[in-house]
T-cell receptor
Framework: DTGVSQDPRHKITKRGQNVTFRCDPI?????LYWYRQTLGQGPEFLTY????????KSRLLSDRFSAERPKGSFSTLEIQRTEQGDSAMYLC????????????FGSGTQLSVL | RKEVEQDPGPFNVPEGATVAFNCTYS??????FFWYRQDCRKEPKLLMS???SGNEDGRFTAQLNRASQYISLLIRDSKLSDSATYLC???????????FGTGTSLTVIP
């Protein structure tokens, strides 16, 4: 499968715990994005990388959130001290930079904070 | 003000009907435009890009009006399988961010 893959598909955690999600982009894509989506809303931008550099971060991304893309390939998104309001679908997308850039999404990680 | 605004619907239409969705965007620096389709509990999937000249893909037609800053999607001869949420997406040059609308829900009824 050469699409974007995310792991895990589902995560249930207790409030206050740390969680980490992984995203493997399409291999030739140099850009990787993280979005968050709640029921009835469109995806909200969190952050994006070009290769290993994190170029933009949303104001939505509090200090409890951190993302890395150490070798310019896979990325991880960590949420520390989870809160119930963090419950959402976390979507990863990758793209090839250029004038015809388009996003291709993974299946997402559904986070439930109890 | 949101970057992208869509009527959330829901739109409930009979099979075979023609349905149109509109979307407005606020940033004139927007450079590229898309419609994505999202099925329940699934990831968004690219339906089509939207070009200034308008473009068609089978039963789907997309239009862009830069002067009025709106984008449209027309679906002809609706099928049951078209039932989904349709997301309007705009890419803004500054910060290279893709902004999504809240989506428009479509249900095609037999």
């Amino acid at each position: 499968d050469t699409g974007v893959s995310q792991d895990p598909r589902h995560k249930i955690t207790k409030r206050g715990q740390n969680v980490t999600f992984r995203c493997d982009p399409i291999s030739e894509h140099n850009r990787l994005y993280w979005y968050r989506q709640t029921l009835g809303q469109g995806p909200e931008f969190l952050t994006y990388f070009q290769n290993e550099a994190q170029l933009e971060k949303s104001r939505l991304l509090s200090d409890r959130f951190s993302a890395e893309r150490p070798k310019g390939s896979f990325s991880t998104l960590e949420i520390q001290r989870t809160e119930q309001g963090d419950s959402a679908m976390y979507l990863c997308a990758s793209s090839l930079a250029g004038t015809a850039e388009k996003l291709f999404f993974g299946s997402g990680t559904q986070l439930s904070v109890l | 003000r949101k970057e992208v605004e869509q009527d959330p619907g829901p739109f409930n239409v009979p099979e075979g009907a023609t349905v149109a969705f509109n979307c407005t965007y606020s940033n004139s620096a927007s450079q590229s435009f898309f419609w994505y389709r999202q099925d329940c509990r699934k990831e968004p999937k690219l339906l089509m890009s939207v070009y200034s000249s308008g473009n068609e893909d089978g039963r789907f037609t997309a239009q862009l009006n830069r002067a009025s800053q709106y984008i449209s999607l027309l679906i002809r001869d609706s099928k049951l399988s078209d039932s989904a949420t349709y997301l309007c997406v705009v890419n803004i040059i500054t910060g290279n961010q893709f902004y999504f609308g809240t989506g428009t829900s479509l249900t095609v009824i037999p």
